[in-house]
Antibody
Framework: QVQLVESGGGVVQPGRSLRLSCAAS????????MHWVRQAPGKGLEWVTF????????YYADSVKGRFTVSRDNSQNTLYLQMNSLRAGDTAVYYC?????????????WGQGTLVTVSS | SYDLTQPPSLSVSPGQTARITCSGD??????ACWYQQRPGQSPVLIIY???RRSSGIPERFSGSNSGNTATLTISGTEAVDEADYYC???????????FGGGTKLTVL
């Protein structure tokens, strides 16, 4: 069955960097686009970024563009999110999600999330 | 930027029909999907392409999308349906995924 396991979250000071990972299994990772979506404590869902199946296309929310970079290693079935210049407003649970591949950027399956806390 | 508006909350009694709306400019021209998020859990896709139920989702969940409004309908609402519900679209003009603010459904 599809499994997505995020890791790399933790407490980080403002201005510092952090890299999240998402280990995928149970499906052919190299044929699906992937999303990162975040949820601040007590708030709604906020899309962060999408990467195509082969990494040739990337899209970012305005709030993270220029600071965050999505990447993937299809040989390792792993998705990454490099987060630089972190701010307090980036504090959230970060979910990776498998795209449904229907052309409408639907997040078909979600991981359990990893918490990132940006605080001094 | 493209915006989706949902009512913050909705309350229904068990067995009643719950209708959760999602409004956006010419939303009917886009493909909407819906997610359910129970407390402390990850979101789950329940409806995609406006009205298609995701695998394993009960038949009491249905969706529609026309004009400026997409609607998630839960017929015969059960206590287990108490959750937050989010609509979402892909805005091709901005190449952004857009979520609605979410609706907290209370079944009492």
């Amino acid at each position: 069955q599809v499994q997505l396991v995020e890791s790399g979250g933790g407490v980080v000071q403002p201005g510092r960097s952090l890299r999240l990972s998402c280990a995928a299994s149970g499906f052919t990772f190299s044929t699906y686009g992937m999303h990162w979506v975040r949820q601040a404590p007590g708030k709604g869902l906020e899309w962060v970024t999408f990467i195509s199946y082969d990494g040739s296309s990337e899209y970012y929310a305005d709030s993270v563009k220029g600071r965050f970079t999505v990447s993937r290693d299809n040989s390792q079935n792993t998705l990454y999110l490099q987060m630089n210049s972190l701010r307090a407003g980036d504090t959230a649970v970060y979910y990776c999600a498998k795209d449904r591949a229907d052309g409408y950027k639907t997040s078909h399956f979600w991981g359990q999330g990893t918490l990132v806390t940006v605080s001094s | 930027s493209y915006d989706l508006t949902q009512p913050p909350s909705l309350s229904v009694s068990p067995g009643q029909t719950a209708r959760i709306t999602c409004s956006g400019d010419r939303l009917g021209a886009k493909n909407a999907c819906w997610y359910q998020q129970r407390p402390g859990q990850s979101p789950v896709l329940i409806i995609y392409q406006d009205s298609r139920r995701s695998s394993g989702i009960p038949e009491r969940f249905s969706g529609s999308n026309s004009g400026n409004t997409a609607t998630l309908t839960i017929s015969g609402t059960e206590a287990v349906d108490e959750a937050d519900y989010y609509c979402q679209v892909w805005d091709t003009a901005t190449a952004h995924v857009v979520f609605g603010g979410g609706t907290k459904l209370t079944v009492l």
